[in-house]
């Protein structure tokens, strides 16, 4: 079965900071690696596809790498600001196509 | 990308009564979603598969009676919490793939509230 791990759970920075999050998974045989933000009490929204061929994709100043073989995936987010604050969920779809979620990272950016 | 629209965003129901939830593809046709359950600062668990045309496939500890699926549409999936109790509040979401596709389309969710 798989399992996702995101550490850290909860993280506060300071505006500008270059940020980390990290995601590790059990199974490697997966097809892709999501990343998605949550705000409270809000839905998910997407943020970057990983497919299972790919190494990495980017999106502004947000660039989210994938180890497949590790089981190892991380969201750098560049010059963080305070509309970063979110949970950051790492979700990696196997063959049955469901995404198997993590616990989120909290992430706070605090001006 | 596709778009998964839920319905309602959030609802407050009294102990005992029932509650529907919607998950619809708006542009897309859906033979599978899935509904997913969120507790406060939990992950997300998926609850059921919906299949369209015939029974959901529930994971395990989920109770089928309680947690009614009706998939009976391409594009329409339903969520009825029935006889509701304070334990069933909870962040419900429902989520669809493209035919094919391995990328999963999330609806904005349902704040479930059981007073």
């Known amino acids: 079965k798989q399992e996702v791990t995101q550490i850290p759970a909860a993280l506060s920075v300071p505006e500008g900071e270059n940020l980390v999050l990290n995601c590790s998974f059990t199974d490697s045989a997966i097809y892709n690696l999501q990343w998605f933000r949550q705000d409270p009490g809000k839905g998910l929204t997407s943020l970057l596809l990983?497919?299972?061929?790919?190494r990495e994709q980017t999106s502004g100043r947000l660039n989210a790498s994938l180890d497949k073989s590790s089981g190892r995936s991380t969201l750098y987010i560049a010059a963080s600001q305070p509309g970063d604050s979110a949970t950051y969920l790492c979700a990696v779809s196997g063959g049955s196509y469901i995404p198997t979620f993590g616990r989120g990272t909290s992430l706070i950016v605090h001006p | 990308g596709a778009v998964v629209s839920q319905h309602p965003s959030w609802v407050i129901c009294k102990s005992g009564t029932s509650v529907k939830i919607e998950c619809r593809s708006l542009d897309f046709q859906a033979t599978t979603m899935f509904w997913y359950r969120q507790f406060p600062k939990q992950s997300l668990m998926l609850m059921a598969t919906s299949n369209e045309g015939s029974k959901a496939t529930y994971e395990q500890g989920v109770e089928k009676d309680k947690f009614l699926i009706n998939h009976a549409s391409l594009t329409l999936s339903t969520l009825t919490v029935t006889s509701a109790h304070p334990e069933d509040s909870s962040f419900y979401i429902c989520s669809a793939n493209l035919q094919g596709g391995t990328e999963a389309f999330f609806g904005q969710g349902t704040r479930l509230t059981v007073v």
């Open positions: 990983i497919q299972s061929s790919q």
